[in-house]
């Protein structure tokens, strides 16, 4: 069908090819147009209905967003904006430089210029951010049937229409009704006699993985906003809530793996880019590691009266890395998602014992029998080695688990806290083990 679109749009055949794109949908026109020529694209754009197009235009990545609105007339971009939600007007402007947002409020009536700088004021990530304000608003005093008169005179522009809010004259959010409880109520049935109360609500000040956090843990689909004087001003989609968690893990991901996030794809991002994101982290570690390597000058003597010693350095040290590694990505996952919290952190350190223990007692035992019955080190030698890695084991297991919980608590992402920078911590307190156990067993 692609081929075939590219056909008509080479030929001149514009309404047959805006026939067979009409036909497909929103996401995959938006995936179609990213692989097509710029060109091809601003001419495929144009001949799309305006519902379709702005349907379109929501599922673009920022940069083709940015080329279209820069390219298009200003008739053609009201035309668009007009049909899209405010929600995704604001997502779009926030990613967009200031020609592109002041080109944005010059083509929007006086009430929307408002609105979007009222967005644009809110905190970063936070609700009022992320919320729209195409809601469905009732009355207590309403009957069942005037609300449903209601909802069909002015649900066509809102994002959805599934949960209604309850509303007094100030705006103040009193409760919230199904449209399923609407349909199956008589309809001389006051709003006020169904409607429940009680409602759990978000804050504009929210942060967004709070946000995602109960959503995760009621099952909502979606959840109205307030201000600080409880009254409605918008409500946060599951939409904008998936978009909230795929940005929060792959933020959390690129920490975990040392690196400064970005919200750029990979193959859209030019290699000075990709560049300045890693390097201040790898210099951060290589100069910590520097800590390991002044620890083995410090037991020179030791290694040279025991050449053997060097050759077990890195089996230590990659198992006790790892060791860590596992359970900080436990933990960090476990904060993530809520089911571990700050108060939990004796718990956390109570079980990571436990589990080190076992861990260590296992790779320990058959640590000794290899290296000491099939390598044949000596007895002291492969007793250095074991006792060393226990306790590394335990060591990284309780740090690996611990540390994220403490930066959370001490407002700094848990995923700093993980694969690279335990894995530098163990090291160091690896060696240190290591060398002190020596000196101790082999007398040098």
């Known amino acids: 069908m692609k081929e075939k679109i590219l056909e008509f749009v080479e030929q001149g055949r514009f309404v047959e090819a805006r026939e067979e794109l009409i036909c497909m949908n929103v996401v995959d026109i938006a995936q179609f147009f990213e692989e097509t020529d710029k060109h091809k694209l601003l001419v495929m754009f144009r001949i799309l209905p305006k519902e379709i197009a702005s349907g379109v235009f929501t599922h673009m990545p920022y940069e083709l967003q940015r080329y279209i609105i820069e390219t298009i007339t200003d008739r053609e971009a009201k035309n668009i904006l007009d049909e899209l939600f405010l929600d ?108 429940e109360t009680g409602v759990l609500y978000l804050n504009t000040n929210d942060d967004q993985e709070e946000i995602a956090q109960l959503f995760k843990k009621y099952d909502y689909l979606v959840m109205p906003v307030v201000d600080n004087e409880r009254r409605l001003v918008g409500i946060v989609t599951i939409d904008d809530i998936v978009d909230v968690i795929d940005r929060e893990n792959t933020e959390d991901f690129q920490k975990m793996a040392a690196m400064q996030p970005s ?35 410090r037991y020179d003597n030791a290694l040279q009266s025991v050449m053997i010693l060097a050759s077990f350095i890195p089996m230590l040290m990659d198992t006790g890395g790892n060791a860590g590694s596992q359970s900080s990505t436990l933990i960090i996952r476990g904060l993530a998602l809520g089911e571990i919290n700050l108060k939990d952190i004796i718990k956390v350190l109570w079980k990571e014992l436990q589990v080190s223990c076992l861990i260590g007692l296992t790779l320990s035992s058959v640590n000794f029998i290899r290296i ?73």
């Open 263 to 297: 919200e750029k794809e990979y193959l859209k991002t030019n290699a000075l880019t990709l560049a300045k994101h890693r390097i201040p982290w790898l210099l951060v570690l290589m100069i910590s590691a520097t800590f390991t390597g002044g620890i083995i000058r």
């Open 88 to 195: 995704d007007t604001i997502d779009f402007l926030e990613e967009m430089p200031a020609n592109v947002v002041k080109k944005v409020l010059k083509n929007s009536d006086e009430d929307t210029r408002k609105l979007i700088n009222q967005f644009l004021n809110y905190p970063e990530n936070s609700a009022g951010s992320i919320m729209t304000i195409e809601y469905v608003d009732l009355k207590r005093e309403m009957t069942v049937k005037q609300a449903i008169q209601h909802i069909k005179k002015t649900g066509i522009d809102k994002e959805t229409i599934d949960t209604c809010y309850v509303m007094n004259s100030n705006r103040i959010l009193e409760g919230v009704v199904s449209i399923r409880k609407l349909i199956l109520s008589e309809d001389q049935t006051l709003i006020e006699d169904i409607m």
């Open 372 to 444: 000491y019955y099939i390598e044949k080190v000596s007895f002291l030698v492969a007793m250095t080695v074991n006792i060393t890695l226990f306790f590394t084991i335990v060591l990284a297991k309780v740090v690996g688990g611990v540390l994220p919980i403490i930066a959370k608590k001490m407002r700094v992402d848990p995923a700093i806290m993980a694969s690279p920078l335990i894995t530098t911590i163990v090291d160091a307190m690896a060696l240190i083990i290591y060398f002190s156990t020596a000196t101790w067993l082999l007398r040098i």
